[in-house]
């Protein structure tokens, strides 16, 4: 396997607390790999090691054949990762469209094309018809999709989504799953998401990664793992296996 | 670039925006001596407004020490002219560069090393008040006894020395705000318009869209601090005479971000509303106290504090905004 993010024996030591203990994994150029466990299991700060708001304490991330562990967030994102925040963060006095045209300049220095690019995606996201509105009046679930299509109009070769399903009603997850799919299925991005709905992972995902305590008990297919005793006794509880 | 500069403009504000235009052009012809000064000092405030709000309203960085590039900009170009006979427009461009390397030093040390919001508002404050200091014992430029520059009778306009009637000040002043007007728009239109703003919205959410947020924030504070320099240039040939305890003081830096405040932060008409209430009202309510026989002192700073209160609780986003919504100029503008 080729693999576009290759993520080796990296560790993240919070003074005493190991939160991310000699992780490695690789993900396969137009594919969905989900990261799953539970709260606190190390992912969020696995997330952020990849992204660049955290240094690695030890271990490498290569990037499209380039190291980028502790390079800065921006430098991160113009090396084609985009992100999302599982706490939204849209621009919040700015227009919904506004909003997704900051992403687009990075790779456009004119405005008007910048806006042209910004209407697709905002099209792609079902949130073209609220493209004036302020971002600060959108619902949650249009915020979340905000954030995707904002992380997407940087035009990322990576798309990191950090619990984007998290707060949604299972309509509004089917919604969304239906969009990365599309997303993934039509433009061959990349995509590598943190998720704690099971429902949108085991559509969504090829490969799964589980972590407990910051180490990973298990990767393979989502059917596979959801079946190992290990990721049954950790995560999902017993009661998921029948 | 005409063109592009009137895009997406409502009509009805640039209707607006001739009306105002052609008002203050013929208003030397209308105006006493007196009112001329008084639109002189509006239109002052309203340059210095807008060129504080391009670091604070765009890009978000409070500076409470824009005194400090003002000051330089005064004190250097007076120096070329009283001790080397350099004109202000030669000495125009090195002002600019005192200003801009001074603000690059502050950003360079502030983002460099984190401090932000409250903390880089101070050290904007300890910058203004070390050039206070410092100026006071600068004895080539006069010290804390001032520095003078030559005044006399001139019976014509002499407009490559700035000296002459309040009437060409007024002009100079009025061309420098317009300029600042059309120059701030540009830069909202274009990329590092919205790059300021979305730093200033959400620093981390910028950063993970690929923006360099050191250069940007760099920017700002180098673009701000040159357009006050030139606001300095203009001071120091309109009043003559610089003190490091007037020019630096932090009740000028207080001044000069008031009008922006209450005509609305971030936006480019609220600076030039924001000079027209302060300034306009509280001249006129000081010309009042006059005729009916009081002679109040500090009744200018009472006056300051109370409009701002009253906006503060009744227009939290400033005048400008509200005034927009009733004009019917909202949505595209910035």
């Given at each position: 396997?080729?693999?576009?993010?290759?993520?080796?024996?990296?560790?993240?030591?919070?003074?005493?607390?190991v939160a991310v203990d000699n992780v490695s994994f690789g993900v396969a150029p137009g594919t969905i790999f989900a990261i799953i466990g539970s709260n606190?299991?190390?992912?969020?700060?696995?997330?952020?090691?990849?992204?660049?708001?955290?240094?690695?304490?030890?271990?490498?991330?290569?990037?499209?054949?380039?190291?980028?562990?502790?390079?800065?967030?921006?430098?991160?994102?113009?090396?084609?990762?985009?992100?999302?925040?599982?706490?939204?963060?849209?621009?919040?006095?700015?227009?919904?469209?506004?909003?997704?045209?900051?992403?687009?300049?990075?790779?456009?220095?004119?405005?008007?094309?910048?806006?042209?690019?910004?209407?697709?995606?905002?099209?792609?996201?079902?949130?073209?018809?609220?493209?004036?509105?302020?971002?600060?009046?959108?619902?949650?679930?249009?915020?979340?999709?905000?954030?995707?299509?904002?992380?997407?109009?940087?035009?990322?070769?990576?798309?990191?989504?950090?619990?984007?399903?998290?707060?949604?009603?299972?309509?509004?997850?089917?919604?969304?799953?239906?969009?990365?799919?599309?997303?993934?299925?039509?433009?061959?991005?990349?995509?590598?998401?943190?998720?704690?709905?099971?429902?949108?992972?085991?559509?969504?995902?090829?490969?799964?990664?589980?972590?407990?305590?910051?180490?990973?008990?298990?990767?393979?297919?989502?059917?596979?793992?959801?079946?190992?005793?290990?990721?049954?006794?950790?995560?999902?509880?017993?009661?998921?296996?029948? | 670039?005409?063109?592009?500069?009137?895009?997406?403009?409502?009509?009805?504000?640039?209707?607006?925006?001739?009306?105002?235009?052609?008002?203050?052009?013929?208003?030397?012809?209308?105006?006493?001596?007196?009112?001329?000064?008084?639109?002189?000092?509006?239109?002052?405030?309203?340059?210095?407004?807008?060129?504080?709000?391009?670091?604070?309203?765009?890009?978000?960085?409070?500076?409470?020490?824009?005194?400090?590039?003002?000051?330089?900009?005064?004190?250097?170009?007076?120096?070329?002219?009283?001790?080397?006979?350099?004109?202000?427009?030669?000495?125009?461009?090195?002002?600019?560069?005192?200003?801009?390397?001074?603000?690059?030093?502050?950003?360079?040390?502030?983002?460099?090393?984190?401090?932000?919001?409250?903390?880089?508002?101070?050290?904007?404050?300890?910058?203004?008040?070390?050039?206070?200091?410092?100026?006071?014992?600068?004895?080539?430029?006069?010290?804390?006894?001032?520095?003078?520059?030559?005044?006399?009778?001139?019976?014509?306009?002499?407009?490559?020395?700035?000296?002459?009637?309040?009437?060409?000040?007024?002009?100079?002043?009025?061309?420098?705000?317009?300029?600042?007007?059309?120059?701030?728009?540009?830069?909202?239109?274009?990329?590092?318009?919205?790059?300021?703003?979305?730093?200033?919205?959400?620093?981390?959410?910028?950063?993970?869209?690929?923006?360099?947020?050191?250069?940007?924030?760099?920017?700002?504070?180098?673009?701000?601090?040159?357009?006050?320099?030139?606001?300095?240039?203009?001071?120091?040939?309109?009043?003559?005479?610089?003190?490091?305890?007037?020019?630096?003081?932090?009740?000028?830096?207080?001044?000069?971000?008031?009008?922006?405040?209450?005509?609305?932060?971030?936006?480019?008409?609220?600076?030039?509303?924001?000079?027209?209430?302060?300034?306009?009202?509280?001249?006129?309510?000081?010309?009042?106290?006059?005729?009916?026989?009081?002679?109040?002192?500090?009744?200018?700073?009472?006056?300051?504090?109370?409009?701002?209160?009253?906006?503060?609780?009744?227009?939290?986003?400033?005048?400008?905004?509200?005034?927009?919504?009733?004009?019917?100029?909202?949505?595209?503008?910035?």
């Amino acid at each position: 396997m080729n693999a576009v993010l290759e993520v080796k024996g990296i560790s993240k030591r919070f003074r005493g607390l190991v939160a991310v203990d000699n992780v490695s994994f690789g993900v396969a150029p137009g594919t969905i790999f989900a990261i799953i466990g539970s709260n606190g299991a190390g992912k969020t700060t696995l997330f952020n090691m990849i992204a660049g708001v955290l240094a690695p304490s030890r271990g490498s991330i290569a990037f499209a054949g380039e190291r980028i562990e502790g390079r800065s967030p921006d430098a991160v994102c113009r090396r084609g990762i985009g992100r999302t925040f599982q706490l939204v963060r849209p621009f919040p006095t700015l227009t919904v469209e506004d909003n997704v045209v900051v992403g687009a300049l990075l790779h456009r220095s004119d405005v008007n094309m910048a806006r042209r690019r910004a209407h697709e995606v905002l099209w792609q996201l079902d949130l073209f018809g609220k493209r004036h509105q302020q971002a600060s009046a959108l619902t949650l679930p249009d915020r979340k999709r905000l954030e995707v299509a904002r992380a997407l109009a940087t035009d990322p070769k990576l798309l990191l989504l950090d619990e984007v399903m998290a707060g949604l009603r299972p309509a509004e997850t089917d919604r969304m799953v239906a969009i990365l799919t599309k997303l993934n299925r039509e433009t061959g991005l990349t995509i590598l998401l943190i998720e704690h709905v099971m429902r949108a992972v085991m559509a969504l995902a090829a490969r799964v990664l589980v972590l407990h305590h910051g180490a990973a008990i298990a990767e393979g297919a989502p059917d596979a793992v959801v079946r190992e005793p290990a990721v049954v006794q950790s995560y999902l509880g017993a009661e998921a296996v029948d | 670039m005409m063109r592009w500069l009137v895009e997406g403009v409502p009509r009805r504000s640039l209707a607006l925006l001739l009306v105002l235009l052609v008002a203050l052009i013929a208003a030397p012809w209308l105006a006493n001596d007196y009112l001329l000064t008084v639109l002189i000092t509006i239109l002052y405030f309203a340059y210095t407004g807008q060129a504080w709000n391009v670091m604070m309203g765009f890009a978000g960085q409070l500076s409470l020490g824009h005194a400090l590039y003002v000051g330089l900009g005064a004190y250097a170009t007076a120096a070329l002219y009283v001790h080397f006979g350099i004109g202000p427009w030669l000495g125009l461009p090195v002002a600019i560069a005192v200003a801009v390397v001074c603000g690059a030093i502050i950003g360079f040390l502030a983002f460099r090393f984190g401090v932000a919001g409250v903390y880089f508002a101070i050290l904007t404050i300890a910058f203004a008040e070390f050039a206070r200091i410092g100026f006071d014992h600068f004895t080539w430029v006069g010290g804390s006894s001032g520095f003078f520059l030559p005044v006399a009778n001139y019976t014509r306009n002499d407009l490559w020395n700035l000296r002459g009637s309040p009437a060409m000040f007024y002009y100079v002043m009025l061309v420098l705000t317009a300029a600042a007007f059309v120059l701030c728009h540009a830069l909202l239109k274009s990329r590092v318009g919205f790059y300021w703003q979305a730093i200033r919205e959400d620093e981390a959410a910028a950063r993970s869209l690929g923006i360099n947020t050191f250069r940007y924030k760099m920017y700002a504070v180098v673009i701000s601090a040159g357009m006050t320099a030139v606001a300095g240039v203009f001071f120091a040939f309109y009043y003559n005479n610089l003190f490091p305890e007037q020019v630096f003081h932090i009740s000028r830096s207080i001044e000069l971000i008031l009008g922006p405040i209450i005509g609305g932060i971030g936006t480019l008409f609220g600076p030039i509303i924001g000079a027209f209430l302060l300034t306009g009202l509280s001249e006129f309510m000081q010309e009042l106290l006059h005729a009916l026989g009081f002679d109040v002192p500090g009744a200018k700073q009472v006056f300051y504090g109370i409009c701002l209160l009253v906006v503060v609780m009744v227009l939290p986003d400033g005048v400008w905004p509200w005034l927009s919504r009733k004009l019917g100029l909202a949505r595209r503008q910035p």
